[in-house]
């Protein structure tokens, strides 16, 4: 299983985002989809679906949260070619916010909003085996521009097989970013590889909870950590999600969960979505009590 996983929150779109999501990359399939009564959003739709070999997880539970570029996924690809034909599709409907073109960085790049809003990096991979195809990518603007570093290294510092790969910094005469603050950085959590950077620019953005981490998590004893770790913001704590100090969002979920959403008896899945609902911070216990009945 897959430890971290995005989580896209969408108002009414997670089927129609998840059949055009598939249908762009190989090695893509629908894992699971579940429809969850009387929550606060009424009957949301939760789908898990593989992308390029990676899971992702999406939601239609109203219009509460939108997406912003401070939470982006690059797509490395193997030619020009393959970054043009992605471009394509992705742009129909939606927005450039950096044109394809030939950058210092990368002989092809373009940065877009689709037409759900969820922003995509689409660039030539440097030379060598693309290991993992999508890339989840923080940018971090307004109060949090200059911790790109700093959280990079405190995500490292909770999750095994993580680690800091590299760090391209800001050098003089890139106003208004600070000399040494990070252009751009790739770091590893659970073997999975992540991007960021800093803006000084203005931006009209910052994290929130459109686009959300979810960490499955094996024991009770798991969970707590994680929480404890994690957790910023007491007014966000709310069914298994948090805010870090970053305003980044996650979810901290029990494995057991998986078994207890695909069941085929809906009193069980209603019985466990109202236990969840009430909850904080996750007790396998409790949920494992509401699934008995």
């Known amino acids: ?17 998840a059949e055009f ?21 009424g009957t949301a739709e939760l789908l898990t679906i593989q992308l390029a070999g990676q899971e992702f997880m999406l939601i239609s539970a109203g219009p509460y949260f939108k997406f912003t570029p401070a939470v982006s996924f690059m797509v490395a690809c193997s030619t020009a070619e393959e970054v043009d034909a992605l471009w394509n599709k ?15 960085f990368s002989a092809r790049f373009g ?12 660039m030539v991979a440097s030379e060598g085996e693309i290991a993992q195809k999508i890339k989840p990518f923080l940018m971090f603007v307004g109060d949090q521009c200059g911790k790109a570093e700093h959280a990079a290294e405190f995500y490292v510092s909770l999750f095994e097989n993580s680690k800091i790969e590299s760090i391209m910094r800001y050098e003089e005469g890139w106003p208004p970013n600070q000399p040494g603050t990070v252009q751009q950085m790739e770091f590893m959590l659970e073997n999975q590889c992540f991007g960021a950077m800093d803006s000084a620019y203005e931006h009209s953005f910052a994290f929130n909870e459109a686009v959300s981490l979810v960490v499955h998590c094996e024991t009770q004893e798991e969970i707590d950590r994680y ?10 704590e709310q069914c298994g999600w948090l805010k870090d ?5 996650w979810q901290i979920v029990p494995t057991v969960m998986n078994e207890m959403m695909a069941a085929e008896d809906t009193a069980q899945l209603e019985r466990v979505t109202q236990a969840f609902l009430k909850m904080k911070k996750f007790d396998i216990e409790a949920l494992k009590q509401a699934a008995k009945g």
């Open 1 to 17: 299983m897959q430890k971290i996983v995005p989580h896209l929150w969408f108002d009414k779109e997670a089927s129609e985002a």
């Open 21 to 41: 999501y598939m249908s762009l990359f190989e090695n893509s399939k629908l894992v699971s989809k579940t429809l969850l009564k009387d929550t606060p959003s």
């Open 90 to 104: 992705l742009i129909d409907g939606g927005t450039a916010l950096m044109p394809l073109d030939t950058y210092d």
């Open 111 to 122: 940065w877009l909003e689709d037409r759900f809003g969820l922003s995509w990096q689409i």
């Open 227 to 236: 929480w404890a770790a994690l957790s910023a913001v007491p007014e966000a």
């Open 245 to 249: 100090k970053y305003g980044l969002s």
